[in-house]
């Protein structure tokens, strides 16, 4: 596969990437013999580059599994979503023991949100616990990771980052205007995220393309089977990006889910319900909008009825909606359901 030098790392790596999130079987809902098979499937066609975190429940675990044989064929990258000095040095250990090596190339911020900067820049706070795993030789790089542009951008003036990773899709596409400029400035590895806004978008190869347009280092892709991996590896190894009119064409194509759609991402998870959020909440939340109850199909509406009972059962603590990167209404939508089909 073509590689790329990821900024200032001077780490060759794929232009395709494997996301963790999939590679759970809480997150992704796959059992972990699938798994298994996907991430050596991947490391056979050349994928040299896996991304996971801590928060990402098993998916460590499962990716460590393979790392026992195939360590020296990859490159890991993976995070902390813990903001304390201590924690952020326990949450390492844990994915040093998980992953199952001595040393994680790319070690990540996760998830930082705006009211969190100053814990990560002050003295003795999070950035200087990555630090002290650097001087440690646990780890080799220091990354970031944000769903907010601002928060991005702000963080890599101040030079401390040698990678960033970035939701970017055709529908986001704020990064465009500075995250990617900024990376090639100032040789800061780019790494996508959400490239195929989490699934939502199922025309995996003008995804592809449409990122084949951009001076991009890695693009992480999340696949549920060897078919979906095949699929994305066939459109990424493209490098014609999009024309001006197939971008327009794309563009009206997608037009319909707006921005407040549900990725997929699962930060969500797990609910203390048992509620699978994103597909009994959110999915069939955006296949109704809209319509009225007389609208939906048959077997919409004994979708809709056979989901009342897990509806109910949700308490409104609002854990989901605290998690939710994107802000999300979960509860609203679960009452908005319940209404529609309370028949």
């Given amino acids: 596969m073509e590689k790329t030098r990821l900024g ?8 395709m990437g494997l996301g963790g999130i999939a590679l759970s079987t809480v997150m992704g809902g796959k059992d972990e013999e699938t798994i298994n098979k996907v991430i050596h499937a991947a490391l056979d066609a ?3 580059f896996i991304d996971t975190s801590r928060v990402y429940m098993d998916s460590e675990t499962n990716i460590g599994e393979v790392m026992k044989t195939r360590r020296k064929e990859c490159i890991l990258a993976s ?9 952020v040095l326990s949450d390492l250990e844990d994915s040093l023991k998980e992953l199952q090596t001595d040393k994680i190339e790319i070690y990540q911020i996760h998830e930082l949100e705006p009211d969190e900067i100053s814990d990560v820049m002050k003295k003795g706070g999070t950035l200087d616990a990555f630090k002290k795993a650097k001087e440690q030789g646990l780890i080799d790089f220091i990354g970031l990771t944000s769903h907010h542009t601002d928060v991005t951008v702000e963080m890599m003036k101040t030079g401390e980052f040698d990678t960033v990773m970035f939701p970017f899709n055709v529908i986001e596409r704020e990064p465009e205007n500075e995250i990617v400029s900024l990376a090639c400035s100032k040789d800061i590895g780019s790494i996508v995220m959400k490239a195929l806004a989490g699934g939502v978008i199922r025309n995996i190869e003008k995804c592809h393309k449409f990122l084949n347009g951009y001076p991009l280092d890695n693009v992480l892709v999340g696949v549920a089977n060897l078919a979906e991996l095949e699929e994305n590896l066939k459109y990424a190894e493209s490098t014609e990006p999009l024309t001006a009119q197939e971008l327009k064409e794309f563009e009206d194509e997608v037009a319909y889910l707006g921005k407040d759609f549900c990725r997929r991402c699962n930060y969500c998870m797990p609910c203390s319900n048992d509620i699978i959020i994103s597909a009994m909440i959110h999915l069939t939340w955006q296949r109704v909008k809209g319509l009225s109850y007389d609208e939906l199909s048959d077997d919409r509406k004994r979708s809709g009825n056979n989901l009342m009972l897990w509806w109910q059962a949700c308490n409104e603590c609002g854990q989901c909606e605290e998690k939710c990167p994107y802000d999300l209404p979960t509860i609203e939508r679960k009452n908005d359901l319940m209404k529609l089909f309370s028949r």
């Fill in 8 to 15: 200032r790392t001077n780490l060759e790596v794929t232009k």
């Fill in 79 to 87: 995070k902390s979503h813990r903001r304390g000095y201590d924690e």
């Fill in 46 to 48: 050349g994928i040299n």
